[in-house]
């Protein structure tokens, strides 16, 4: 329970009572964790972006496929 209100404690004289001040600390924060992140090369880049290509490209057939069937049985039925 103390170990609660202490957090809690922090918490709220962490912020700043500024948005100036906030957004940079935001701002800042941001460029720190963007420094963190390890960037795909472009080889890996271009992988990825093909298998996504080539899946969508798959769903776009399937789903045609399906949506003529299903066109094809609600013409049948009405008719």
């Known amino acids: 329970m103390a170990k609660k ?32 992140v390890t960037w795909p090369t472009l080889k890996e880049t271009r992988k990825a972006t093909l298998a996504v290509l080539g899946f969508v490209a798959v769903m776009a057939v399937i789903l045609g496929l399906v949506d003529l069937g299903l066109s094809a049985l609600i013409k049948s039925i009405l008719s």
């Not at 957090?7 to 963190?36: C, G, H, I, W």
């Open 5 to 36: 209100q202490a957090q809690t404690a922090d918490v709220k004289s962490d912020k700043a009572p500024n948005p100036f001040v906030r957004f940079s600390r935001y701002v800042e924060d941001s460029k720190a964790e963007l420094r963190k």
